[in-house]
């Protein structure tokens, strides 16, 4: 990985806010059941989180970001105190080097996909109501 890919490991085109909540738990050596219990959720609400399917609300995550002893600002776009990326204990080969870049190339992709269809569907609402004015 070249020292750029290295800095980016967390950043908003490589990584979710699951993804990042995922690295601060484990770098802090907790499972999900301890988080959880620790936040005073449910084990569900943490795993949810941590699969993007739903976000916490800012009480939590303020909560959550000190118990992970990384800043709001990471959690949510991975800019700011957060953890370090993971080592890399050998060289990987070529072909899996490859297939990891095409991997992250594709979730930046995806994730640009999922913003522009976000766009569209609030133009869509807007335009639907005013006809229906």
């Avoid at 399917?53 to 995550?61: G, Q, S, V």
């Avoid at 709001?72 to 370090?84: K, R």
């Avoid at 080592?87 to 640009?112: C, T, V, Y």
Wanted: hydrophobic share 40%; charged share 30%; no cysteine.
């Amino acid at each position: 990985m070249s020292p750029q890919d290295h800095d980016d490991w967390y950043g908003p085109e490589a990584a979710t806010f699951g993804d990042r909540v995922a690295a601060a738990r484990e770098s802090a050596g907790m499972t999900q059941k301890q988080l959880a219990k620790r936040l005073g959720i449910k084990l569900g609400t943490l795993r949810d989180w941590e699969y993007d399917i739903a976000e916490p609300r800012a009480n939590k995550l303020t909560m959550m970001a000190g118990l992970l002893n990384v800043s709001v600002g990471w959690l949510l776009t991975g800019e700011g105190e957060g953890v370090s990326p993971p080592l890399d204990d050998a060289p990987l080969s070529p072909d899996i080097n490859a297939l990891l870049i095409e991997l992250r190339d594709l979730k930046g992709q995806i994730s640009g996909a999922a913003d522009r269809i976000g766009r569209l569907e609030k133009q869509l609402r807007l335009k639907l109501k005013g006809e229906d004015a």
